[in-house]
């Protein structure tokens, strides 16, 4: 009997697998056809260097819940309690009860990025019902250009914002799958915005190996319709027939004079001018960075008072090469009552060069990227009657921009 369990739970893990590698192998930047802004003009794209900042909505890429960033965002098969809404929406199935988080996002560039976010479990808990709402702040920016980069006067200020509804389900004691859809809005400079659907997807499966716990995770981000934006700057003025004014050479205007060349066709060589129409310019349509995982988590250690547990995983962008991630989690329990943990983490991105030039002669500036994606953190959670409140920080490095800082407050009831 024992055998034929575990030749079961091989198989259900190598069909897992096989399902989840395939999307991670066909994803990402190898081997896609780019056009418009994913190329450098003029001398096309630099081996293996990335895509970022070409894509829309780029604000869906900032992690939420300060616990998994402090893990160096490796924690799509961690994924147990509300933050999991964001990195695999699979983990809310790990929900025995209502929880309600909010994350504050001290950014780069003095941007503010706040998400908040409900689940509950209903009926025998399996199926965990959820929302989100993520939005982000540029403050007013003043406007630079080639001609003045020290600024032109005028300001611009942005929002971005997603909203959506999750929904986890239990299929069985050892695999919950998971699913976010959502809205996600670009606005900027006096209302020039774009909108794209979306959706989050994943599954953990879970078993025992030597007594303690095996996660295996497969989980996508932001793959959805793309985004082109419109709004009151993009509309312009067309002036008649050439757009000039002018009419072409050896013609004129038919709405002054009806009198054309003697033995002529009318038509030939008049024109019937029209009035000045209106106009959108069309931008260019631009992709959501989508992303792939494949993750796996195991409890090192596991007692009464004390649980340690490790994690990796691959990660496939379409904005930049493959990418990895690993991180641990050590937490101690003080009492029925009070916990506490302490992480770390380190997410591998290999789209920054380290020379001092690249093979087109352009130097970098700046901090050494050597520690980019390095991060820690911890947090402490009070359980009180039934409820609890936890408090997690997270501190991440990002090389030559400035290191973020994430704040998240948890309640279950």
């Known amino acids: 009997m024992l055998k034929k369990i575990a030749i079961s739970g091989l198989l259900s893990v190598f069909v897992f697998l096989s399902f989840a590698t395939a999307p991670v192998l066909a994803q990402g930047v190898p081997g896609q056809d780019y056009s418009g802004l994913d190329k450098y003009l003029g001398q096309g794209r630099q081996d293996n260097s990335s895509f970022a900042g070409v894509r829309a909505a780029e604000f869906l890429t900032i992690p939420i819940g300060a616990r998994g960033i402090a893990m160096g965002s490796a924690f799509a098969a961690v994924a147990d309690d509300i933050t999991s809404i964001w990195w695999n929406p699979a983990g809310l199935g790990f929900l025995e009860q209502k929880e309600v988080m909010l994350t504050v996002v001290d950014y780069t560039m003095d941007l503010t990025y706040s998400y908040a976010a409900f689940a509950t479990p209903l009926g025998d808990s399996k199926v965990v019902v959820g929302g989100f709402f993520g939005y982000l702040d540029v403050p007013e920016t003043e406007i630079t250009t080639v001609t003045s980069p020290q600024g032109t006067g005028s300001y611009y200020s942005a929002y971005d914002y997603q909203m959506g509804g999750s929904l986890a389900y239990t299929f069985s004691d050892r695999f919950i799958g998971g699913i976010n859809m959502k809205y996600v809005h670009q606005d900027m400079y006096d209302n020039i915005g774009g909108s794209a ?131 641990t989690e050590l937490t101690y329990g003080f009492n029925p009552s009070i916990s506490a943990s302490l992480r770390a983490g380190w997410h591998i991105q290999t789209d920054e060069y380290t020379e001092s030039a690249d093979q087109f002669g352009y130097t970098y500036h700046g901090d050494d990227p050597t520690m980019r994606g390095f991060s820690i953190g911890g947090g402490i959670k009070r359980l009180m009657g039934g409820k609890f409140i936890e408090f997690n920080y997270a501190y991440r490095n990002k090389g030559r921009l400035s290191a973020d800082n994430f704040f998240t407050v948890t309640f279950g009831f």
Do not use: C
């Open 197 to 327: 659907f979306a959706i989050d997807a994943g599954g953990i499966y879970y078993s025992e190996l030597y007594n303690r716990r095996i996660k295996l995770a497969f989980s996508i981000q932001n793959l959805g319709t793309n985004i082109a934006m419109r709004g009151p700057n993009l509309l312009h003025e067309v002036g008649a027939e050439d757009r000039s004014g002018e009419y072409p050479s050896g013609y004129e205007n038919y709405s002054n004079s009806a009198e054309s060349l003697p033995g002529e066709n009318l038509a030939t060589y008049s024109i019937s001018a029209r009035n000045t129409r209106q106009m959108y310019v069309r931008t260019h349509t631009y992709r959501l960075p989508t992303v792939v995982k494949l993750s796996l988590a195991y409890s090192l250690l596991t007692s009464e008072s004390t649980n340690w547990l490790a994690s990796g995983e691959i990660w496939r962008n379409n904005n930049m090469p493959i990418s990895y991630a690993t991180g």
